[in-house]
């Protein structure tokens, strides 16, 4: 099944997950308030700092090994499950032991001890949908996610409307969960037959993936850490309330992160295919990919910069005026996201993914220094601003060492995407000269049409774009020969 087709299902299901968990969030912060959002929040983010002890990149080598030999899919999968069992009793330990050593009230301790079969659950469903993803089959996971938010959302809104509880959201977000192992796991048995998802323990074969996934697995923690410790401290330092601000802000950035994930949910083993076989056709891979990233990137960042305060006021009416500067500041962060998630499929796929790790540590060091001088002195603003140095290091590092692997630096780079970033200026500008006259839903559209218009009018994007890209990332790509000979 081709790239493109498995980044639409992937894409599709995803756009419609986060538009589910957007509004389900909106609702759950404007009834329980900004507090009770922190202490959700910062629950939710216990639990995902730690999940990553549970996989520990085992997930990242089954997806990449799996997509280069599908025949070893059931040999990997058995490793992998004994490796998990043990991690994720681990993972759950930690973490409630974490709450407790931090000194957090009860009722955020017996939170966090109740999402812990949260974690679990996603910890298997993620390898589960990790065979499928380097078997190239991303249908099954485009289900599972959309049908486990929907399945989160009615149980959660029907707890928002009988008797709002944070044990009971838990609980609803928990039912999610278990459905997508669940189907998950069956639609692997299908396939590979059931005796695939009963654990194998052989100590020299654990021992391998461990070391295999070393790499992986540091750079998961690298991230989890530098993605949780805002909140931590912010909790620490500030409060819950404040968490609840940040809260908001964070959920309208990452809620466009859909993007990136299944575009290289389905990029990573294509890549993967190419570096051992043909470096120019992956140099022309990357190179559309990076223009793709940019080219959603800076309308959603220049777009939410630009009307932030009509956004807060539109969906947070209640006690979140003080998210709409945060949201300013950290919706920048989407541009070095979308841009380093392509560098980061290449580094891994060219077997390089200890340099991805190392920059990860770098920047994990850096974004902890930054929220530790930070926080205290400005709050919420300094976990901002945190984030947006940090996930800038964190994309000049890795780009550095892209053209170790193929032909691509930092002008080229700025030539394919130069144009886009002054359509993205020329769209804000708009926006704010129109914004004190007119509503939030015409100022979208006249937003987009001046975008798009500019790449129109300036040569960049044209009416035969989507068929050259899909061209760029069908099957061919990593089976043919010459896959560009006719692009």
């Known amino acids: 099944m081709s790239v493109a087709r498995n980044t639409l299902y992937l894409t599709l299901a995803s756009i419609a997950q986060k538009v589910i968990a957007f509004a389900y969030f909106t609702v759950l912060a404007n009834l329980v308030g900004v507090e009770k959002t922190g202490t959700y929040f910062l629950t939710l983010s216990l639990i995902v700092m730690f999940s990553v002890i549970a996989d520990w990149g085992i997930t990242s080598v089954v997806i990449r090994e799996t997509a280069a030999d599908k025949n070893k899919a059931t040999a990997y999968l058995r490793q992998a ?125 654990m021992k391998k993936l461990l070391r295999i996934s070393m790499a992986f697995g540091l750079a998961g923690v690298f991230v989890k850490i530098y993605s949780s410790v805002d909140t931590i401290l912010l909790s620490l330092y500030k409060g819950q309330e404040a968490v609840g601000v940040y809260a908001v802000a964070y959920k309208f950035t990452y809620a466009f992160q859909f993007f990136p994930l299944a575009f290289v949910g389905a990029l990573y083993p294509a890549m993967s295919s190419l570096a051992t076989r043909n470096r120019e056709a992956l140099a022309k891979l990357f190179d559309r990919s990076m223009w793709y990233m940019a080219l959603l990137a800076v309308p959603i960042t220049f777009g939410i910069a630009s009307t932030a305060d009509l956004l807060i006021a539109t969906f947070y009416p209640n006690g979140y005026s003080e998210s709409v500067t945060a949201l300013q500041l950290l919706i920048f962060v989407l541009i070095f996201l979308f841009l380093d998630f392509p560098v980061g499929s290449l580094l891994n796929a060219a077997h390089k993914q200890a340099i991805k790790t190392a920059a990860m540590g770098l920047t994990m060091m850096i974004n902890i220094l930054l929220n530790v001088l930070l926080i205290p002195r400005y709050g919420v603003i300094g976990a901002c601003v945190s984030a947006l140095i940090s996930f800038f290091v964190l994309f000049v590092v890795s780009f550095w060492f892209v053209p170790s692997i193929i032909d691509y630096g930092w002008w080229k780079l700025i030539r394919r995407t130069s144009m886009i970033f002054f359509a993205g200026t020329l769209m804000a500008g708009t926006v704010l000269l129109l914004k004190s006259s007119l509503p939030l839903l015409l100022l979208v559209p006249i937003g987009a049409t001046v975008y798009i218009f500019t790449l129109f009018l300036s040569g960049e994007l044209h009416i035969n774009q989507w068929r050259e890209l899909r061209q760029s990332f069908s099957k061919s790509t990593y089976e043919n020969e010459n896959p560009f000979a006719h692009t």
């Open 81 to 205: 499950m004994g490796l998990k069992v043990p991690l994720i009793l681990f993972a759950v330990i930690a973490v409630i032991s974490f709450s407790v050593l931090l000194g957090y009230e009860t009722n955020v301790i017996k939170l966090v001890a109740l999402a812990t079969p949260i974690l679990a659950a996603d910890a298997l469903s993620v390898l589960f949908y990790g065979i499928l993803r380097g078997l190239q089959d991303l249908r099954f996971e485009a289900i599972g996610i959309f049908f486990g938010q929907l399945l989160t959302a009615i149980l959660g809104a029907l707890v928002l409307w009988m008797s709002p509880s944070l044990p009971f959201l838990m609980m609803a977000l928990l039912f999610g969960s278990l459905w997508n192992v669940l189907y998950a796991g069956y639609q692997v048995a299908r396939r590979l037959g059931w005796l695939a998802l009963l654990p194998r323990w052989n100590a020299q074969e």
